[in-house]
């Protein structure tokens, strides 16, 4: 496969990179910054430099063009104020689904956020709610287009090393994932049809990954 990872040096894309390279897959992460393609590198990934705050479908759909699965894993990130919330978690997450559609590439993953649907009752102008209505309405952006699409909800990330067990599910309840099992289902998911049209969340458990996946 040729996969395209949007947030290529992101932390969680970082470990999807090295798990797909390690399984003979060509992997482009896109990222903004020229500087990050020796952590790239080093995961067995190429680079495709775009910045998708500025860049045009055009240019995305040309990095797209060819590949077999398209990932959006990319977040305005810790620090970022109210107005890159939007433009990268809903904005470029949009942009890349429409580029997707434009290349030809249906099969699209979609890392979302756990509690995107119980923003009610929460302050309006807090970053953290910015945040999930972003990540919402780029949910509610990719379930619109002619895709086979996967949404993923992650609960609270950790740094904790791999478990390589989960709960995977369309309601799992709040809980904790490692980054390292979040980036492992994320590559099962890459091919596996009856995850198409679903929105999954996903937490520790105790199943192994690939009874997770195959139980879908």
Known sequence: MRVVIAGGHGQIALRLTRILADGGHQVVGLVRNPAHEA??????????????????VDEVA????????AIFAAGAGPGSGNARKDTV?????????????R????????????????????????????????KLAAEDDLRSRDLDWTVL???RLTDEPATGRV?????????????DDVAAVLA???DTPAAIGRTLELIAGDTP???ALNHL
């Open 153 to 155: 909800r992650p609960g």
């Open 62 to 69: 040309e990095v797209l063009s060819g590949a077999d699965v």
């Open 209 to 211: 990954v690939a009874d």
């Open 167 to 179: 709960l995977l599910a369309d309601h799992t309840g709040n809980g904790a994932v490692s980054r």
């Open 103 to 134: 290349a030809g590439v249906r099969r699209h993953l979609q890392v979302s956020s756990m509690g995107v649907d119980k923003i009610d009752g929460l302050d309006p102008e807090a970053t953290f709610t910015v945040y999930l209505k972003a």
């Open 188 to 190: 099962g998911l890459c």
């Open 39 to 56: 952590d790239v590198t080093a995961a067995g990934g190429q680079i495709a430099v775009l910045d998708l705050e500025q860049a045009g």
């Open 89 to 101: 978690d809903r904005g470029a997450a949009a942009l890349f689904a429409e580029a997707s559609e």
